[in-house]
Every structure is written in structure tokens, then in C-alpha cells.
């Protein structure tokens, strides 16, 4: 056990490939590390993975506690949370960071029933401070911040007598900083302390799904809601996204209707994104689908509502029909194209 307190992120990788959960991940355990005067350190089961795993220096990880086992190549459930748990046993970190996917959806409530700890999901913000009882104050307290309610109120849920506080926030939701390549982590080998009779199934095969569209990359989005579904209407918010370059995306009752499928919902349930521009077409706003866009650089929202909450948050409002105003965005991109 390290002698400096310690906020733990686990890594999450797939082809070697670290995701990029994991890297935004450490980067926000930095922030919670400073104001607990703590290592920012990971935890990652898997197999021939030592360089890749250095470079979480990159963003400010200093040791990676590396689980290196043939048998944890690949995610499986209890092989990985059992060598966790172990970890976390001999560590004994402060907080325990996953990503909400679902690798970290499957291991972090196993990890949270085996050690008794709670477990704040879906977290939207993390910080460190004080949480008060009556009479009792605790200090430096981990803080997990969420929507509840159906995103009608953000909860702080706080575990102050559970060690260590153990919280899953979605992909996108905190930012990556810049990597600095001239910081390495240092890779400590541990042992998973795992017999055969851990590894109850057997990855044969990775078949992966193509996905149709990859809004968590995307720096252009051009976003249907409900507004948009009539199909005349959806093929023009269609041709824009074409006709710039952008990913579609897509409010709830979109992809509810089956006019879109659930890879281009951003939101609470869908997907959260940072581009540098954002066109919400036909979209009223509401709390759970800003939840998933607000970071967003530049919003644009075209709605024929003047009063739609949408234009609260977007930096330029066309107040119109979008079977009007959207022909007239495309031919004036290509009249200056
Ligand atoms: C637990 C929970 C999770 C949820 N998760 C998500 C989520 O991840 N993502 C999400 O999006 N929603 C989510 N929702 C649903 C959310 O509450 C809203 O119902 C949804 O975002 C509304 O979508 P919308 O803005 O497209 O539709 P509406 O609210 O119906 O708005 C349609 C807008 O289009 C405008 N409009 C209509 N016709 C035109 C036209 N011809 N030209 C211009 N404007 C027009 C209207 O003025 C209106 O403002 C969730 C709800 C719950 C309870």
C-alpha cells in the first residue's frame, strides 16, 4: 500500500487500445487528486499491454497497477472484478473511477457489493468537499453528481462511511486534457490472484458491431428531434448533416420511433458530445437531452418556437420552419463552399 493517498481509475481497453473513457477519466482523477493532495494511479487487467499502458503518464497517471495475464486479454466479468477487488484490498485508494459502458457497468457494482462500498452511477460531475450530518462534518468528502428524477434535479449522493467511493461516469462527459508525451507512468506488475476456477467462461471469438455513426468523435453534429420526423422534413435535416460534413444525431423520440437508430441518440440515455459545432433541428431542449450536448462549442438550434428552452442554451437561434430555413442554410453553405 502506497504511503500518499490514491484515486484510482480502471482501465478499459479493447485491441490494446485504451479508451478514451479511461484517458478522460484520469484526467478529472487529477483534478479530485489535487485537492486530496493524492496520486492519481489505475488499475488494468490484461495481457501485453506495458507500453500502452505508460503512456497514461500522458494525462497524468503516475503508476499503473497492471494485472498482466493471458486470461484477462479479453473482458470477462468475474476474472476482472475478483483481480480488482484485490487491488483494491492492498491499495486501499481513496476513489475508484469506471467508465459508464459496459465493461464498467458490469464490474463496478460486483467490485461495490464484494467491498461493501457505495456506488454513485451515471455521474455527470465529481468533486471533492464537505458533507454535513446534524452535528457531524465530514471533510473532503468524494462528491458524485447526477441527474435524478428523470433529470428534473441534480443529486449529490455522498458514501462518507464507505471506503473507498466508487462512482461510473459516461463517456464524453468529462473533457480530455492534451496529452504531454514527455510523462511516462510507471508500470508496476501485480499478480491477479485468480485460479482456473476464476475463469468460469472463455472468450472464443471478438465479433465486433460496426457502428453506423461515431458522434462521440464527431466536431459536427446535426441533430433531429421530434420536430424533424416527418420523413420530408428528416431528409432535409439528412441532407444538411451530408451537405457539411457532420454526424447526425438525433433527440429521444426519434430513435423511439424507430426513425433513427439508438447509436444517433445524444442525451441522458444516449450519447454525451463535445463538438465544435452543434444544429439542433426541431428540438425543444428539454434537461435530458442537454445533458448530452450543452459542452458543445457552438450550439445552433432552429426551431419554430420562440419560446423553446433549446434557444436558453444556443449561442445563435433561427426562429423559423425547418422546411424553410434548412434549404436556405444548404444553399447558402454552397453558394459560400
Ligand atoms: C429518464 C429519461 C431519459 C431521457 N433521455 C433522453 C436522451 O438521452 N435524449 C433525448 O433527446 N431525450 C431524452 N429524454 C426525453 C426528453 O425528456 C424529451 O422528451 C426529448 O428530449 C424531447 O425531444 P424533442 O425536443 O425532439 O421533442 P419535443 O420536446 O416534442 O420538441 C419538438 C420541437 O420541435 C419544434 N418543431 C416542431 N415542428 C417544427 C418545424 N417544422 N420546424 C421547426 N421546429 C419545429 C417544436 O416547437 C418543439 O420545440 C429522456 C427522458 C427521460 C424521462
Same mark, same amino acid.
Not at 428534473?152 to 461516469?169: F, K, W
Given at each position: 500500500?502506497?504511503?500518499?493517498?490514491?484515486?484510482?481509475?480502471?482501465?478499459?481497453?479493447?485491441?490494446?487500445?485504451?479508451?478514451?473513457?479511461?484517458?478522460?477519466?484520469?484526467?478529472?482523477?487529477?483534478?479530485?487528486?489535487?485537492?486530496?493532495?493524492?496520486?492519481?494511479?489505475?488499475?488494468?487487467?490484461?495481457?501485453?499491454?506495458?507500453?500502452?499502458?505508460?503512456?497514461?503518464?500522458?494525462?497524468?497517471?503516475?503508476?499503473?497497477?497492471?494485472?498482466?495475464?493471458?486470461?484477462?486479454?479479453?473482458?470477462?466479468?468475474?476474472?476482472? *472484478?475478483?483481480?480488482?477487488?484485490?487491488?483494491?484490498?492492498?491499495?486501499?485508494?481513496?476513489?475508484?473511477?469506471?467508465?459508464?459502458?459496459?465493461?464498467?457497468?458490469?464490474?463496478?457494482?460486483?467490485?461495490?457489493?464484494?467491498?461493501?462500498?457505495?456506488?454513485?452511477?451515471?455521474?455527470?460531475?465529481?468533486?471533492?468537499?464537505?458533507?454535513?450530518?446534524?452535528?457531524?462534518?465530514?471533510?473532503?468528502?468524494?462528491?458524485?453528481?447526477?441527474?435524478?428524477?428523470?433529470?428534473?434535479?441534480?443529486?449529490?449522493?455522498?458514501?462518507?462511511?464507505?471506503?473507498?467511493?466508487?462512482?461510473?461516469?459516461?463517456?464524453?462527459?468529462?473533457?480530455?486534457?492534451?496529452?504531454?508525451?514527455?510523462?511516462? *507512468?510507471?508500470?508496476?506488475?501485480?499478480?491477479?490472484?485468480?485460479?482456473?476456477?476464476?475463469?468460469?467462461?472463455?472468450?472464443?471469438?471478438?465479433?465486433?458491431?460496426?457502428?453506423?455513426?461515431?458522434?462521440?468523435?464527431?466536431?459536427?453534429?446535426?441533430?433531429?428531434?421530434?420536430?424533424?420526423?416527418?420523413?420530408?422534413?428528416?431528409?432535409?435535416?439528412?441532407?444538411?448533416?451530408?451537405?457539411?460534413?457532420?454526424?447526425?444525431?438525433?433527440?429521444?423520440?426519434?430513435?423511439?420511433?424507430?426513425?433513427?437508430?439508438?447509436?444517433?441518440?445524444?442525451?441522458?440515455?444516449?450519447?454525451?458530445?463535445?463538438?465544435?459545432?452543434?444544429?439542433?433541428?426541431?428540438?425543444?431542449?428539454?434537461?435530458?437531452?442537454? *445533458?448530452?450536448?450543452?459542452?458543445?462549442?457552438?450550439?445552433?438550434?432552429?426551431?419554430?418556437?420562440?419560446?423553446?428552452?433549446?434557444?436558453?442554451?444556443?449561442?445563435?437561434?433561427?426562429?423559423?420552419?425547418?422546411?424553410?430555413?434548412?434549404?436556405?442554410?444548404?444553399?447558402?453553405?454552397?453558394?459560400?463552399?
Amino acid at each position: 500500500m502506497s504511503d500518499k493517498k490514491q484515486v484510482m481509475v480502471f482501465i478499459e481497453h479493447s485491441e490494446k487500445k485504451i479508451a478514451n473513457v479511461s484517458l478522460e477519466l484520469i484526467c478529472e482523477a487529477g483534478q479530485l487528486a489535487e485537492k486530496l493532495d493524492a496520486d492519481v494511479v489505475a488499475v488494468a487487467p490484461g495481457y501485453d499491454m506495458k507500453e500502452e499502458l505508460a503512456s497514461l503518464g500522458h494525462y497524468g497517471c503516475k503508476t499503473v497497477y497492471y494485472i498482466n495475464d493471458k486470461r484477462l486479454a479479453h473482458f470477462t466479468s468475474n476474472p476482472y *472484478a475478483k483481480s480488482i477487488i484485490n487491488l483494491i484490498k492492498t491499495q486501499q485508494p481513496e476513489i475508484v473511477l469506471f467508465g459508464a459502458t459496459e465493461t464498467g457497468r458490469d464490474v463496478a457494482p460486483r467490485i461495490a457489493s464484494a467491498l461493501k462500498c457505495g456506488l454513485t452511477a451515471d455521474c455527470t460531475e465529481l468533486q471533492i468537499g464537505e458533507h454535513k450530518v446534524k452535528s457531524q462534518i465530514y471533510e473532503n468528502v468524494f462528491l458524485g453528481i447526477r441527474p435524478a428524477f428523470g433529470g428534473n434535479i441534480m443529486a449529490t449522493i455522498v458514501t462518507p462511511e464507505s471506503h473507498p467511493s466508487m462512482a461510473t461516469v459516461r463517456p464524453g462527459v468529462m473533457k480530455m486534457n492534451p496529452p504531454d508525451t514527455s510523462l511516462k *507512468a510507471d508500470v508496476s506488475e501485480v499478480e491477479s490472484g485468480l485460479s482456473d476456477e476464476d475463469f468460469i467462461t472463455e472468450v472464443i471469438e471478438v465479433v465486433r458491431r460496426e457502428k453506423t455513426v461515431n458522434l462521440g468523435a464527431a466536431q459536427l453534429i446535426v441533430a433531429a428531434g421530434a420536430g424533424a420526423a416527418d420523413p420530408n422534413t428528416l431528409g432535409l435535416v439528412r441532407k444538411l448533416a451530408n451537405t457539411i460534413g457532420a454526424e447526425l444525431g438525433a433527440s429521444r423520440p426519434l430513435v423511439d420511433s424507430g426513425l433513427l437508430g439508438h447509436d444517433h441518440q445524444v442525451g441522458q440515455t444516449g450519447t454525451t458530445v463535445r463538438p465544435n459545432l452543434y444544429i439542433a433541428c426541431g428540438i425543444s431542449g428539454q434537461i435530458q437531452h442537454r *445533458a448530452g450536448m450543452a459542452e458543445s462549442q457552438r450550439i445552433i438550434a432552429i426551431n419554430s418556437d420562440p419560446d423553446a428552452p433549446i434557444f436558453n442554451i444556443a449561442h445563435y437561434g433561427i426562429v423559423g420552419n425547418l422546411n424553410e430555413v434548412i434549404p436556405k442554410m444548404i444553399n447558402a453553405y454552397k453558394d459560400k463552399a
